[in-house]
């Protein structure tokens, strides 16, 4: 698979020392090959359209999770570096503004035909850091680049209100305006569809982003941003910018930095409530999609094969670390071995390794904190009562950061797995015994970004969806993501929508305009 060495490195400004000597380290290096190798970027950023260094030279390395090998470097940059990217994303924004919505429609249209034409090595970048396999890397982009397709066709749309006045002869009208400078903080887990979800209605609507690339996978960002320039995105629109060990700084920066409007920030509850606290100092607009504790519910009127094959999807989509993944598997008593069974069955099936061989279902997790923390959740459960059906262990001969699918059964309250995000490829079976108690359980966290359900009676399907507290539900099927619905969490996962028309207001202020004294009757 990997069939060539260390691709050359793109940019347009001087190299300094410290980096040459990285790029001879990184020499040695295997890497999969890439079409079109010029999107790679190692050791540079995208700023006001050039591939810039940070102003120390810094830089970090990135790992491939599958193998633990050396992927490349990337520029730690600073606060400071920061600072200068937000001046020229205002510098920008300014002129960006005034284009019209079918000009910035045109720009994404062209931005995702080029995603759609380099799929195939954006899915290649995807793997190599993150760990996904390919045919996941695959739909990642098709994914990622939806957002671009669907905004670019809302951006000629962006229409006010004429509001009736209870004034006599005033007239109220609004107009919809872009709220400037967006610093948009994305992970890990979706290195492209994360920040293609955040752009594309910023860019929809006229405003320009500062992007920081999540640590572990900054390449996928960065090839996207190479693509921007070649859809012809004015400089200085969109900027790209990485970090790691100066992941606080730079978060520092974005949210209080004057110039920076809006915040869009996806990863934990934790960082959530930090990136809030600073961004009270200048009153940022926000929107945050947070961590979840997704329930998955199957009563025993369900189609139990339908429901086993939505809980696979959800459970074990990434390898568990999506914010939406089935977290708690609740099955009611009358069904519970029956599902239970099958479900297992199915988990046996898959075939974990290296996300870039044939017939691999599943990959490595992101890095040993994660793997650690599955390992907790199990050890725990397990200690607790749980029965482990299938799986449980790390497996150490495939490399560090893999991970057993698990299935666990005879699950309670008690245990962690309950009230944390396991972030990983384990499912807990809890069996229930009414609708009534379910859902107290379900609703029983603080946090509420997706759950799911399987029934086949209609009152059930519409009182459930109801009363669970998230933000969105899954009815009958355990894949809800799609870039026309509103994605996003109530309670602690957050508030805020992305993708759908909702996400569109997220990156907009209203402005109200009244014309006094207009009268109402025509002039003799
Ligand atoms: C996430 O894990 O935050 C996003 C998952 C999705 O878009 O489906």
Known sequence: MFLHKALSVTSRTAIRSSQLRSFARLSSTMVPKLKDPSLFKQNVCYVNGEWIPASSGKTFEIHDPATSKLIGSAPEFSASDVSNTITHAATAFESFRHLTGRERSKLLRKWYDLVVANAEDLATLITWENGKPLADAKGEVTYAANFFEWFSEEAPRIYGDTIPSSVPGNRVFTIKEPVG?????????????????????????????????????????????????????????????????????????????????????????????LLMKQCSSTLKKLSLELGGNAPFIVFDDAD????????????????????????????????????????????????????????????????????????????????????????????????????????????????????????????????????????????????????????????????VAEHLEVGMVGVNTGLISDPASPFGGVKESGFGREGSLYGIGEYQVTKMVTYGGMGKRLQN
């Open 181 to 273: 400078v967006c610093g948009l903080i994305t992970p890990w887990n979706f290195p492209a569809a994360m920040i293609t979800r955040k752009i594309g209605p910023a860019l929809a609507v006229g405003c320009s982003v500062v992007v920081k690339a999540p640590g572990e996978t900054p390449f996928t960002p960065l090839a996207l941003a190479e693509l921007a320039d070649r859809a012809g995105i004015p400089k200085g629109v969109v900027n790209v910018i990485t970090a790691n060990e100066n992941t606080v700084e730079v978060g520092q920066e974005l949210t209080t930095n004057p110039t920076i409007r809006k915040i869009s920030f996806t990863g934990s509850t934790g960082v959530g409530k």
């Open 304 to 463: 139990v094969d339908l429901a086993v094959a939505g809980a696979i999807a959800s459970k074990f989509r990434s390898s568990g670390q999506t914010c939406v993944c089935a977290n708690r598997i609740f099955v009611q008593r009358g069904i519970y071995d029956e599902f239970a069974a099958k479900f297992a069955e199915k988990v046996k099936a898959f075939k974990v390794g290296n996300g870039f061989e044939d017939g691999i279902t599943h990959g490595p997790l992101i890095h040993h904190r994660a793997i650690d923390k599955v390992d907790q959740h199990v050890r725990d459960a397990e200690s607790k009562g749980a029965k482990v059906v299938l799986g449980g262990h790390k497996l150490p001969d495939l490399g560090e950061n893999f991970f057993q699918p698990t299935v666990l059964t005879g699950m309670t309250t008690e245990m962690a797995m309950a009230h944390e995000e396991t972030f990983g490829p384990v499912a807990g079976l809890y069996p229930f015994d009414t609708e009534e108690e379910v859902v107290r359980i379900a609703n029983e966290s603080p946090v509420g970004l997706a759950g799911y359900f399987f029934s086949r009676d209609l009152e059930r399907v519409h009182r």
